[in-house]
């Protein structure tokens, strides 16, 4: 299969998760043809989706993208040293309706899997497995964590979680979705929660869950879910495994191609959240794209601004105050991981809520850590402040 000649595309978007379907539509609704290139399995997006609804907010379609959820919830369960009650909607996405109202209407499609990328004039050509190309202006990587053109990076920590879907009744609270549950179980290091939600129908997801850190043992997860159920084994059901790599470095700049959604290191590093920061910022960067090559960008130049769109330099501040967060948190015990959820989900929601989205602006989560900071209980806040200002530094550089 080849894409012709190099202009045959503006763009070719390597991956078919939801980073690149977000960027794909986006550049089709300005009027750039874009291709996307993945392989057939692309099409099913087995992992639970979450995010705040309120994330979605500033896409012009969030309306639209509203009805792509599969269940909100109105409020949310923490539970940290003590209970709260968010009222802050949360949402599951309907993975299927996701997909197809991102799918990019008029952009081309091309089933397979990329191996590499070349220069070919001002232009670059993907290859395939299996000796198929596609010519394109700009390619963009958007593989996901395991990248596989910018290349994957190393992360200080990795959130794990065992999941199992199970009936709802006598299991978890009707209609309830629990964020995190930290309630202290006397079980040894390292700390885990509980994620929880009610997904309607007589069904719920259950999963244990290591926030970051290195990998909790499978077994570990597995023993915590049964015995925070009272299972003597795990219930027959359908599985949910999560492996999300938190932190490290932002992938080093190709000159050859740009990278999109987790494959750019979009995924935040205190949470591992990624999909709701790809939504918001595909028309961003789809828009920059659109002006070079309307101003007659090309090759290595064209892909410098692209990679300049993805990561503005304010954002790398707000990424490295986010990194801060997390060797911080890499330093608490469960006691200090409680006090620490209980402190932050206290402050306004706003403030909390900017925290978590890796695109909010650095003077605005300076402000919300200072905050924070003051609310914090004396021996957590004594735990934190010794964490140097390089460990963040250090943590990038694995
Ligand atoms: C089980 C699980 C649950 C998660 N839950 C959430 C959540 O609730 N909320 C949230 O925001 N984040 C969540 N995440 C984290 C993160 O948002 C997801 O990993 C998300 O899928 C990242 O989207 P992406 O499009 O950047 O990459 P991916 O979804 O990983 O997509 C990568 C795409 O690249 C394709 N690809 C790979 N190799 C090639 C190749 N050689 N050639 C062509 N295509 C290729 C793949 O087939 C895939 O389509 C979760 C992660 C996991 C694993």
Sequence with gaps: ???????????????????????????????????????????????????????????????????????????????????????????????EALSAHLWPHGSARIEGTVTGVRRAGDGRIV?????????????????????????????????????RFVPSTGTVEDGSFTLMDWSDRGWDAPPTFLYSMDLGGGRCLVEETSLVGPPVDEGVLCDRLCARHGWASLPEGEVERVSIEMGGALPARSRLVAAFGA????????????????LRAAPRVASAIATELASGRSGDDLVAETWRAVWPRPLLVTRALHDYGLAALLRLDLRGIQRFFDAFVSLPTESWARYLRIDAPPARIAATMTRFFAALPASTKVRIASTPPWAAARMRRR
């Design 1 to 95: 299969m080849t894409g012709g000649d190099a202009a045959a595309h503006d763009v070719a978007i390597v991956g078919g998760g939801p980073a690149a379907l977000a960027l794909a539509s986006a550049c089709a609704e300005r009027a750039l043809r874009a291709v996307v290139v993945a392989p057939r399995e692309s099409d099913r997006w087995g992992a639970t989706y979450g995010t705040w609804v309120d994330d979605l907010d500033v896409r012009s379609d969030a309306a639209a993208l509203r009805s792509c959820l599969a269940t909100v919830w109105p409020v949310v369960r923490l539970v940290g040293a003590r209970e709260h009650r968010l009222r802050r909607p949360y949402a599951r996405f309907d993975n």
């Design 127 to 163: 290859e395939l497995a299996g000796g198929g190309e596609v010519a394109a202006r700009l390619v963009v990587d958007a593989t996901g964590t395991s990248s596989v053109l910018v290349g994957a990076r190393r992360a200080p920590g990795v959130q794990v979680a065992l999941g």
């Design 263 to 278: 494959a750019a290191g979009y995924v935040h590093p205190v949470t591992g959240y990624s999909v709701a920061a790809s």
